[in-house]
């Protein structure tokens, strides 16, 4: 096992993926340019809105985008290869092996018909030629380690018969069947309780200590990646918007559409007189308009903002982000506003 | 139907509700025979005043859409009894609870199944003027109400799968406040909708309470968009009440463990702010099935403060503390915020003494 640290070569290298869909309305640009890396230990937290590309990232990197209808450029770099120059086959042999992932709603990932533990059993078998009774082992102290009690009767059950979140952990324990790199947390709590939310956040997190991996987190919540991210990496019309280390996005927030997401929260901690809310909605990615895509909803737009898009750089002593305001008025408004009124900064 | 604000200051219970209970049997078989009981509500008792927000909350399955369902009578109640501005409905029949009906409106949660796909949206929110044959000039009050919830006029002649999901609640709003209802009750109204839209229809609904005087009752599994809205609030567990009074007090000092563990689990931006140093009590296991639920104190399963012999022996009553919060347990939470360790070791001797 490498070392637990934040240095190393990435595990997960994307430059410059774009997505593009085509559809009979037009094509629809899903994914523009965004890169990012993820190494052993890290947890990356995906933020942004529904059709912010955020899970088609991960699709693409999956390789579960439909070539014939999906445009995928860039490259996905994993261990040294690039997943986008892999055929079928050889793509096959990565997924569920290397990189694995889970989903919203563990009920429609798992087969109704099968027992649980022949499903994750089967996913032994699909990469490692086992016996039946070895699969089956292997499957059972996963199911163990994931959590759920008397694995040995529950394996025997249907789908149907386990709670949302032992579906969830059932899921969790088929993505580490072979021990892998990375994993891919599409929403994984979305769809669970406040309480049965936490213990998989848990899991979760406790799954990456022990088994030294990398997570990529998907979710629209906030709260979550604050609370398990350790880089935020926030998507806004299949862009990104900012991207730095998590104790900076939540301390220091650059970007407008950041802070109208954090300003926008209502949160357990208090009662607010009215929220802030960001206005309007999230454009359509067939016609996104034209510079910054977030120009029509931000409240800090200026003269640039809707000819010429601004690219993701770093700001001294900060992090990246796509913004045209100067660092230091980024700065100010974070500090004498936004941050002072949510209580974040440091 | 135009109440002054001091109307609203009078306060006055809108709603009472009393013991009330649902159950559903599990019926099998040709001849439809009861196999089980679903105890999906047990033993109801709240109030909702007028203007004011009544927040219930909870996790999935533990009653509060069916309470809100039975208080708007869209379901019958086993037994119980529910009263709604003075007049006993428990009983009324569908003829005479029509014209009640004009009275109460609901928000639904999934703003695309719950407008009809195939009528306009001036139809949709004409509706109600249809059914209760009220209003002359329906165009012109549609519009009216378009405009209200922060949609054009011109929208009046399109369908509903030309609007984004915040836009297709405003429509629900819209058609909610047709007839000018006293209550309303907003079911997971911002569950469906992305973060920066949700604050935009909280916002809404919150002016729209004070302009039309309106009364609500908001459900939500959400505990940062119950403290937002709400006046009181009440946690339900497995279709009982286990807490319930004032929303900040609720909020600061939780008296439930329940309700401790559902505040310490919701996960939230100030951690990594470094300001707090919370611990987050995790509960193990999952809600137990309502078919079967556990004796006496429904949570003790999970409970991290169950005591042997007495917790799940004795049924817990509602008891009441400071500022007129309510909750039901035997170890009630002595103080907030708490460690899981802490909260696991109830003051032992002196706090069963005093229960008994």
Same mark, same amino acid.
């Given at each position: 096992?490498?070392?637990?640290?934040?240095?190393?070569?990435?595990?997960?290298?994307?430059?410059?993926?774009?997505?593009?869909?085509?559809?009979?309305?037009?094509?629809?640009?899903?994914?523009?340019?965004?890169?990012?890396?993820?190494?052993?230990?890290?947890?990356?937290?995906?933020?942004?809105?529904?059709?912010?590309?955020?899970?088609?990232?991960?699709?693409?990197?999956?390789?579960?985008?439909?070539?014939?209808?999906?445009?995928?450029?860039?490259?996905?770099?994993?261990?040294?290869?690039?997943?986008?120059?892999?055929?079928?086959?050889?793509?096959?042999?990565?997924?569920?092996?290397?990189?694995?992932?889970?989903?919203? %709603?563990?009920?429609?990932?798992?087969?109704?018909?099968?027992?649980?533990?022949?499903?994750?059993?089967?996913?032994?078998?699909?990469?490692?030629?086992?016996?039946?009774?070895?699969?089956?082992?292997?499957?059972?102290?996963?199911?163990?380690?994931?959590?759920?009690?008397?694995?040995?009767?529950?394996?025997?059950?249907?789908?149907?018969?386990?709670?949302?979140?032992?579906?969830?952990?059932?899921?969790?324990?088929?993505?580490?069947?072979?021990?892998?790199?990375?994993?891919?947390?599409?929403?994984?709590?979305?769809?669970?309780?406040?309480?049965?939310?936490?213990?998989?956040?848990?899991?979760?997190?406790?799954?990456?200590?022990?088994?030294?991996?990398?997570?990529?987190?998907?979710?629209?919540?906030?709260?979550?990646?604050?609370?398990?991210?350790?880089?935020?990496?926030?998507?806004?019309?299949?862009?990104?918007?900012?991207?730095?280390?998590?104790?900076?996005?939540?301390?220091?927030?650059?970007?407008?559409?950041?802070?109208?997401?954090?300003?926008?929260?209502?949160?357990?901690?208090?009662?607010?007189?009215?929220?802030?809310?960001?206005?309007?909605?999230?454009?359509?990615?067939?016609?996104?308009?034209?510079?910054?895509?977030?120009?029509?909803?931000?409240?800090?737009?200026?003269?640039?903002?809707?000819?010429?898009?601004?690219?993701?750089?770093?700001?001294?002593?900060?992090?990246?982000?796509?913004?045209?305001?100067?660092?230091?008025?980024?700065?100010?408004?974070?500090? %004498?506003?936004?941050?002072?009124?949510?209580?974040?900064?440091? | 139907?135009?109440?002054?604000?001091?109307?609203?200051?009078?306060?006055?219970?809108?709603?009472?509700?009393?013991?009330?209970?649902?159950?559903?049997?599990?019926?099998?078989?040709?001849?439809?025979?009861?196999?089980?009981?679903?105890?999906?509500?047990?033993?109801?008792?709240?109030?909702?005043?007028?203007?004011?927000?009544?927040?219930?909350?909870?996790?999935?399955?533990?009653?509060?859409?069916?309470?809100?369902?039975?208080?708007?009578?869209?379901?019958?109640?086993?037994?119980?009894?529910?009263? @709604?501005?003075?007049?006993?409905?428990?009983?009324?029949? +569908?003829?005479?609870?029509?014209?009640?009906?004009?009275?109460?409106?609901?928000?639904?949660?999934?703003?695309?199944?719950? !407008?009809?796909?195939?009528?306009?949206?001036?139809?949709?929110?004409?509706?109600? @003027?249809?059914?209760?044959?009220?209003?002359?000039?329906?165009?012109?009050?549609?519009?009216? !109400?378009?405009?209200?919830?922060?949609?054009?006029?011109?929208?009046?002649?399109?369908?509903?799968?030309?609007?984004?999901?915040?836009?297709?609640?405003?429509?629900?709003?819209?058609?909610?406040?047709?007839?000018?209802?006293?209550?309303?009750?907003?079911?997971?109204?911002?569950?469906?909708?992305?973060?920066?839209? +949700?604050?935009?229809?909280?916002?809404?609904?919150?002016?729209? +309470?004070?302009? @039309?005087?309106?009364?609500?009752?908001?459900?939500?599994?959400?505990?940062?968009?119950?403290?937002?809205?709400?006046?009181?609030?009440?946690?339900?567990? !497995?279709?009982?009440?286990?807490?319930?009074?004032?929303?900040?007090?609720?909020?600061?000092?939780?008296?439930?463990?329940?309700?401790?563990?559902?505040?310490?689990?919701?996960?939230?931006?100030?951690?990594?702010?470094?300001?707090?140093?919370?611990?987050?009590?995790?509960?193990?296991?999952?809600?137990?099935?309502?078919?079967?639920?556990?004796?006496?104190?429904?949570?003790?399963?999970?409970?991290?403060?169950?005591?042997?012999?007495?917790?799940?022996?004795?049924?817990?009553?509602?008891?009441?503390?400071?500022?007129?919060?309510?909750?039901?347990?035997?170890?009630?939470?002595?103080?907030?915020?708490?460690?899981?360790?802490?909260?696991?070791?109830?003051?032992?001797?002196?706090?069963?003494?005093?229960?008994?």
């Amino acid at each position: 096992m490498s070392s637990f640290s934040g240095s190393g070569t990435p595990l997960l290298d994307v430059r410059n993926l774009s997505v593009r869909f085509n559809t009979r309305d037009g094509v629809v640009q899903a994914v523009s340019d965004l890169s990012y890396t993820l190494r052993r230990g890290e947890t990356l937290g995906v933020v942004g809105e529904s059709g912010s590309g955020k899970s088609v990232t991960s699709l693409a990197i999956m390789g579960l985008l439909n070539r014939a209808h999906a445009d995928v450029a860039g490259e996905i770099m994993f261990e040294g290869t690039d997943l986008l120059k892999l055929s079928k086959e050889e793509l096959r042999t990565v997924r569920g092996r290397d990189i694995s992932m889970i989903f919203q %709603d563990p009920f429609a990932c798992l087969h109704p018909m099968y027992r649980v533990g022949s499903q994750i059993a089967e996913a032994v078998r699909a990469h490692e030629d086992v016996s039946k009774s070895v699969a089956q082992a292997r499957a059972l102290e996963l199911l163990d380690a994931v959590g759920i009690p008397n694995a040995k009767s529950r394996a025997r059950d249907y789908p149907h018969q386990f709670s949302g979140g032992m579906r969830q952990r059932a899921m969790i324990a088929m993505a580490l069947v072979h021990n892998p790199d990375v994993l891919i947390a599409d929403e994984p709590t979305t769809a669970l309780d406040v309480t049965v939310q936490a213990q998989i956040l848990e899991l979760i997190d406790k799954v990456k200590k022990e088994f030294d991996i990398g997570v990529v987190l998907i979710t629209h919540d906030l709260g979550v990646v604050a609370e398990t991210a350790t880089h935020v990496l926030v998507m806004y019309a299949g862009r990104a918007m900012e991207y730095g280390p998590a104790h900076e996005i939540f301390t220091a927030a650059q970007h407008p559409y950041t802070w109208g997401l954090l300003e926008s929260m209502p949160t357990v901690e208090k009662r607010l007189d009215m929220l802030v809310p960001i206005e309007g909605s999230p454009p359509s990615l067939l016609r996104p308009p034209p510079g910054c895509p977030f120009h029509p909803r931000c409240k800090y737009r200026f003269e640039p903002c809707d000819k010429k898009r601004p690219p993701l750089q770093s700001i001294p002593d900060g992090h990246p982000d796509a913004c045209f305001l100067s660092p230091e008025r980024k700065r100010e408004i974070w500090k %004498d506003r936004i941050g002072a009124e949510l209580g974040l900064t440091v | 139907m135009s109440t002054t604000p001091e109307a609203r200051a009078g306060h006055g219970p809108l709603v009472e509700v009393e013991h009330l209970t649902k159950h559903f049997p599990i019926k099998q078989g040709v001849f439809s025979r009861a196999k089980g009981v679903v105890h999906a509500v047990e033993d109801v008792t709240l109030t909702v005043n007028r203007g004011e927000t009544l927040g219930i909350v909870g996790e999935s399955g533990c009653g509060k859409s069916t309470t809100a369902r039975l208080i708007v009578r869209l379901l019958d109640p086993t037994s119980g009894a529910i009263r @709604f501005d003075g007049r006993d409905i428990t009983r009324v029949g +569908q003829r005479r609870l029509r014209p009640l009906r004009q009275e109460m409106a609901i928000i639904f949660q999934d703003p695309y199944s719950s !407008l009809n796909p195939r009528k306009s949206v001036g139809q949709i929110i004409a509706e109600p @003027f249809a059914i209760h044959r009220t209003e002359k000039d329906k165009k012109q009050r549609v519009q009216e !109400l378009l405009d209200r919830v922060g949609l054009s006029p011109e929208h009046y002649n399109r369908y509903p799968h030309e609007f984004s999901g915040g836009q297709r609640q405003r429509i629900g709003i819209a058609r909610a406040l047709a007839l000018q209802p006293k209550l309303i009750v907003c079911d997971e109204p911002v569950s469906a909708l992305d973060v920066s839209v +949700q604050a935009q229809i909280l916002n809404l609904l919150k002016s729209l +309470q004070d302009e @039309f005087d309106l009364t609500y009752v908001f459900i939500s599994h959400d505990l940062s968009v119950i403290r937002q809205v709400s006046d009181r609030i009440a946690v339900m567990y !497995l279709g009982h009440i286990v807490e319930i009074g004032n929303s900040e007090l609720l909020y600061e000092h939780p008296r439930h463990p329940y309700t401790a563990a559902l505040l310490s689990a919701v996960p939230r931006a100030e951690t990594n702010g470094g300001t707090s140093t919370r611990q987050r009590i995790v509960l193990s296991g999952d809600v137990p099935s309502p078919v079967d639920p556990p004796n006496a104190c429904v949570f003790h399963p999970r409970c991290p403060r169950f005591q042997p012999g007495h917790c799940d022996v004795e049924t817990p009553l509602l008891r009441r503390f400071e500022g007129d919060q309510e909750a039901a347990c035997h170890y009630p939470v002595e103080r907030w915020p708490m460690t899981e360790e802490e909260l696991r070791h109830p003051f032992g001797g002196r706090a069963a003494a005093e229960s008994r």
